[in-house]
């Protein structure tokens, strides 16, 4: 038997509850993984809330994220006793997932623990903070290097914000933050932030161009907080979107794209390739402090995991959320 977070939807409704599974439940896989950490993300917090169609099938176990040991495998790569990690593959969507003290997996989901960081730092990182990183890389293939000015980051206190703002100060970027929580504006700036804006300047519905502002922008927001951002960029700069803590709408016009020649670059973590996901790692062992993260990551047992996605859903979490499952 192990323990994880179960999600049901039948007659009695949409729930999620802790239990205890039979070993004997797991799904089909090629890799049995012993879970170490997982995390807690915003889809995460979405599939154990119900408030987003996130699970595609019932009963489900969520988690995108895991860090553990294989226990036994009959894929080629991986053997008993590897160091493992996860993010994505529509796991914890539509595969069981990490919330969990074991998985069972498809090896080719897996990359090895990156060289450099312990299972629970892999995790306070996680898929936020391997998405910011992907973001990082968009902008700086488009370009935008640290002498073309200002870099903006919405939903700084988040998860991806949080070690957006973080990688982009190290890299010498000078990082403007966006928050809806002034409180945490002592927070942002320890990261490397140079100044915080309130994320009212960006909530409303705004013009078709602003001043040009921005040379890149990393945004988890969407909606009217995306197209005023996409408003403000300087000539040839870039957005890379990747999040819809806002909405998933788009109320924006053509004119930054054809006016300025900004790009507007669609990130997505969960089918990217291996060699991007490996590279990204790589990244991060070199470009995030990992003296941050003590400040951007907070660590809770499976017991708080349904407690704490309800308050992820109302926005009063601070960077990222590891879970040790065991
Ligand atoms: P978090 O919940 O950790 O952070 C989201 C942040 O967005 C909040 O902390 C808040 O920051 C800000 N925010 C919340 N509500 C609103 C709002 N109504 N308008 C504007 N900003 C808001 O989530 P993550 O960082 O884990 O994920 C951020 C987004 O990125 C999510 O939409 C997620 O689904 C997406 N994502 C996408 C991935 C991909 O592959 N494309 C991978 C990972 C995440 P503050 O209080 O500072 O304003």
Redesign the pocket.
């Given at each position: 038997m192990f323990e994880a977070i179960l999600i049901e939807k039948d007659d009695a409704g949409y729930r999620a509850s802790r239990r205890a599974l039979d070993e004997a439940q797991l799904p089909e896989g090629d890799v049995t993984v012993k879970v170490a950490y997982s995390t807690l993300?915003?889809?995460d917090?979405?599939a154990i809330t119900g408030k987003g169609p996130v699970v595609r099938r019932f009963p489900m176990v969520p988690g995108i994220d895991l860090a553990g040991t294989v226990e036994s495998s009959s894929h080629p790569d991986f053997k008993a006793g590897d160091a493992v990690l996860l993010n994505?593959w529509g796991v914890g969507e539509a595969h069981w997932g990490a919330l969990a003290q074991k998985a069972r997996l498809k090896g080719d989901w897996l990359i090895p623990l990156p060289a450099g960081f312990t299972p629970r730092q892999a995790m306070e990182i996680g898929?936020?903070g391997y998405?910011a990183m992907?973001c990082v890389i968009a902008l700086e293939k488009h370009g935008v290097t640290p002498d073309r000015g200002e870099v903006l980051v919405?939903?700084?206190?988040?998860?991806?914000?949080?070690v957006a703002v973080a990688l982009l100060a190290k890299l010498g970027y000078e990082v403007v933050?966006?928050?809806?929580?002034p409180e945490?504006a002592e927070y942002l700036t320890g990261l490397g932030a140079k100044a915080v804006l309130p994320?009212a300047e960006?909530?409303s519905p705004g013009k078709p161009l602003g001043r040009e502002r921005w040379a890149g922008a990393v945004d988890?927001?969407?909606?009217h907080?995306l197209a005023n951002v996409c408003a403000g960029m300087k000539y040839g700069g870039t957005v890379a979107a990747?999040?819809?803590?806002?909405?998933a709408d788009l109320p924006a016009t053509v004119m930054p794209f054809i006016l300025r020649g900004v790009t507007l670059a669609g990130?997505?973590?969960?089918m990217r390739p291996k060699a991007d996901r490996v590279e990204a790692w790589g990244r991060l062992a070199r470009d995030l402090d990992l003296a941050k993260l003590g400040a951007i990551a907070s660590e809770i047992g499976l017991g708080e995991v349904i407690a704490t996605a309800g308050r992820?859903m109302e926005?009063r979490?601070?960077?990222?959320v590891v879970v040790d499952v065991n």
């Open positions: 993300n915003y889809k917090a979405l994505g898929t936020a998405t992907l919405t939903g700084a206190a988040g998860g991806v914000g949080s933050a966006v928050s809806g929580r945490e994320r960006f909530a988890v927001a969407g909606s907080v990747c999040g819809l803590a806002a909405g990130i997505d973590s969960v992820i926005g979490l601070r960077g990222r």
